[in-house]
């Protein structure tokens, strides 16, 4: 498992495995409009700027060319072939198992228990687009190495960069809540992130919490010595027990700021914020095989029930073991 | 109860007004009711008649004015302005609104200082007039004008997309149920008066919006139709009172290198270059790598690599008032000078630019964002003649140097030593 593949299992893959309709059909419709990249060498996409005018094309370039690695944008493009007429962009968002800041595997690629740890990251996310942004039309593909979240709802696909570095934000965690208010003596109070039980600021807490209760002990946060992460560590059956106040009150006010200042901080690495703000970004296809770890990025119709040690593992690579 | 058109000058009512009153050939006249509002405004000082306007067109002044005083913190006297919160010069106020909006979106491109400056009182004038507003009346208010804005209390954050592009408010400042924020009174009686304050603070964003989209339009049909002289004149009378507010004395002390305006003069051949425009190609990286470090670093801190220190943005300038006001435009206008202008077919590299000044991938600079990025600095001749070899044209002082800023450090102190001791300066450096 997750071993590089050889020149010969890529065209084992693409002419015995691979069907054009593993491609999802988000992108089978508008293959025409899409750019297209590939990796011939594993030494990263250089071949840009590929276009297919349809199926036919496409299928037959991946059968014969077998590459390294696939690509297409998330952009659909008037003129595709020269990255020109932008029509629109996909929202997404790319969760990569071996960058997952609270790591419970220590592997050095990546293994099951950090891909699973991915997949829980996942469906946070996809339940705050949906029950907060009220977004439809979620797609997930499984990349080989995590996870891609794409987002085709209509009212997105023509956002620009700093509206979807905010949604980032919303999602994942990355500002600390401050809501305050001026009571009636004129007096600004303000609420705690855990005493709001809606909107972003629970957001904010379900993401440190699960930041707090995967932590190793060994993540650099900032301005957090080693002792207060003992105490944190001592201490966080508190929160999975949703005692915030407690805690707080346990390791100190202020030292609680500076841990909530540190975790805002962990919870932007969940998700690498460059793929979200590109809007001319390409991605992984799905269908193609990412030869580095011989898995294949596949659609995931049920994020619950998919496996990608059963799901995306290729022929090839069953024969093997 | 005060009218919703003294906050909301975009209301049904607030048009009407200004469709009523708003005859142009009349404001540079005294108008005798409106010295008497402000002579009987309470907290009014009296003592300085300069202070006082009498028409419309000083009204108008006096509006940019108090915020331009308010932001330099020198000299700001609340007393003088007590009248532009005394909703009884309402009626006058939406009108010298408009009058400033046309004047200001006539003569200067919406992205202009002046045209920033504009939309930023505005916005403060609305707060400011909100937080006055009396408590009993206050959700009444606040409701009414929400509905004049929105069309609901309800809204799909999307109906706020323009906010958020333009970082008026963040997404995560909202509250957020199935695509709608809630600024109504549904939520939760304990989570009610955080909803509060979210409806105070949307208000004086949405009004911004509301202006800039329509310094857009006004700009828009200045280019068709000549606008009154009189627009024209009271432009140019706001773009002396700016340019006056932002003047820094150009001499400072000889052999000092220290944050001051910029000298044009002193650039050297590739920064000129820049300037007057990039063809596509090398459009890009002249704009967001050379020109975006060159100048931020030649204007806040040109000793950097004397010094070696690394600095914040905000270390020079901490509320970003010299970025957002001389820095950025400056920028803008050489990406706009591009063939083609750059930002029409890459938005994205504004976001690339405040990257660049430290304020991570955003649209522009805030001061929460710092450190999400690095300050670059500018790159050394050598890269300059890789990667941008159309710009550089070198001339005799370049030969001695391997860095532009190096070289308008050296131009300087060199035009300052010509000068000599013709006219020595005394203590006039502002910073
Ligand atoms: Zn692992």
Known sequence: MFQEATAEDRRK?????????????????????????????????????????????????????????AYSSV?????????????????????????????????DNVCEKCLDQAKEIVAMIIDTLEDDLGLR?????????????????PIILKSDSEVRS??????IGGDIPRFSYTDFEGRVRSLDHFMVPLGYPRVFTERSRYIILHLNGDEKIEDITRQTMNKILEYRDLIG??????????????????????????????????VTVDLKRILRLPSSLHSKVSMICTH?????????????????????? | MISTFFINPFSQE??????????????????????????????????????IPGSLWELSIKRIEWYLEKKGHRRYQPGYYRFLFNSQIAKFDVITFHILAQAIGAKFNPNSRESRIFIESEGEIVKERLLRVEHQVRDDIISKILNELLDSEKPHWIQLEKLLENRRIKLTELILKDGKAILDKSAPKRIQQIINSIRENIIPALIMQKTQEYLYKVNEMAAKIEPHPILVELANEIQKRISREFFIPKKTKPGTIKASKLDFDAFPPCIKNTIKGVKAGNRNDAIVLLLTSFISYARLYP????????????????????????ILPLIYEAADNCEPPLFQDDPQEKLNITAKLGFGLHETPRLENEGESKWYTPMSCEKIKIHLPILCKPDNLCEKIQNPLTYYNRKRWQKRKEEGDRDIPRSNSRR
């Open chain 1, 13 to 69: 893959y693409y002419t015995m495995e691979w069907k054009i309709e593993r491609i999802p059909d988000f992108i089978r419709e508008s293959i025409h409009l899409r750019e297209f990249g590939f990796d011939h060498t594993g030494q990263g996409p250089n071949d840009r700027y590929r276009f297919f005018r349809d199926e036919k094309f496409l299928t037959k370039f991946m059968k014969y060319r077998a590459p390294y690695a």
């Open chain 1, 75 to 107: 952009a659909l493009y008037d003129r595709p072939w020269k990255r020109e007429g932008w029509r629109s962009s996909e929202l997404v968002f790319d969760v990569d198992a071996k960058d997952i800041p609270v790591r419970q595997c220590k592997c």
């Open chain 1, 137 to 153: 039309e979620i797609h997930v593909i499984y990349s080989g190495r995590g996870y891609h979240i794409r987002v085709l709802d």
């Open chain 1, 166 to 171: 905010q949604i980032l934000k919303y999602v």
């Open chain 1, 241 to 274: 027990a949703d005692r915030w106040g407690e805690f707080r009150d346990i390791i100190g006010p202020r030292v609680y700021e500076r841990l909530i200042k540190g975790i805002a901080k962990l919870n932007l690495q969940l998700v690498d914020a460059r």
């Open chain 1, 300 to 321: 995931v119709e049920d994020l619950e029930s998919f496996d990608p040690l059963r799901d995306a593992v290729p022929d090839f690579v069953k024969e093997k073991s």
């Open chain 2, 14 to 51: 607030a048009k009407q007004i200004v469709k009523a009153k708003g005859d142009l050939n009349k404001i540079i006249e005294e108008d005798e009711r409106l010295i008497n509002i402000i002579e009987y405004t309470s907290g009014q000082r009296l003592d300085d008649d300069s202070k």
């Open chain 2, 303 to 326: 000793a950097v690599f004397k010094e070696r220190k690394p600095h914040k943005v905000s270390d020079f300038d901490p509320t970003l008032n010299i970025t957002l006001n001389e």
